[in-house]
């Protein structure tokens, strides 16, 4: 038995552990902080919540499958957008121990909630979702799109290819940059309360 196939880990990550996970690594990333936020880690950050807010103008949820913008290059684009803001917060704070916890625990994560979601997505658009996984990475994207010809045998209506800021406000996209913003200025102002305090290496 492999950790992908564990039924206990299974249990663990079901229903919304992935948002109380996402919490808990909050507080750690902010308490574990080590330096002020480094460009390179901000900008992978930003370029994560970017991601979601791309996303987040193409999703219809279960009333058109999305096919496309982020969608064309991978099946999960708001969860690797999390990861990636995940990813960029650790490494421009020094804190490559969370990192290392940080992939593993997101990737255990993620593997069960889209596996729970692959499972139910059929329901609601037949063979269509079927004919879009095999065009489709599940995680890691393709850097080039599908023809969009083989992606409108999935999906045809037009909208679906076109980014909608009122699609993107009603799944509250700009809550990505929100937190964009309050993990890089927390782990900012703990640092400097940290060196103010003078026991910012302890």
């Not at 196939?5 to 909050?26: E, I, Y």
């Not at 919540?49 to 999703?59: P, V, W």
């Not at 850097?143 to 999935?154: A, F, G, K």
């Amino acid at each position: 038995m492999s950790l992908l196939t564990n039924p206990a880990l299974k249990k663990f990550f079901s229903g919304r552990r992935r948002f109380q996970l996402a919490w808990v690594f909050a507080v750690f990333l902010i308490f574990s902080a080590r330096q002020y936020p480094s460009i390179p880690g901000i900008i992978l950050c930003f370029a994560g919540a970017t991601l979601r807010f791309m996303a987040s103008g193409y999703l219809r949820k279960e009333a058109k499958l999305a096919v496309g913008g982020p969608y064309a290059h991978t099946r999960n684009p708001l969860y690797l957008g999390t990861f990636l803001m995940a990813l960029g917060a650790t490494l421009s704070v020094g804190a490559y121990g969370l990192t290392a916890i940080m992939a593993v625990v997101f990737f255990l994560n993620y593997h069960y909630v889209i596996q729970h979601e692959e499972a139910k997505l059929p329901s609601y658009f037949g063979e269509a979702y079927h004919q879009y996984c095999n065009l489709v990475p599940r995680f890691l994207p393709r850097w080039t799109s599908p023809e969009r010809s083989e992606l409108q045998r999935i999906n045809p209506a037009p909208e679906v290819y076109r980014f909608s800021m009122s699609l993107a406000n009603q799944n509250r996209a700009f809550e990505a940059y929100a937190s964009f913003v309050a993990l890089i200025a927390g782990m900012a102002v703990l640092v400097l309360i940290k060196t103010r305090l003078g026991f910012l290496y302890l």
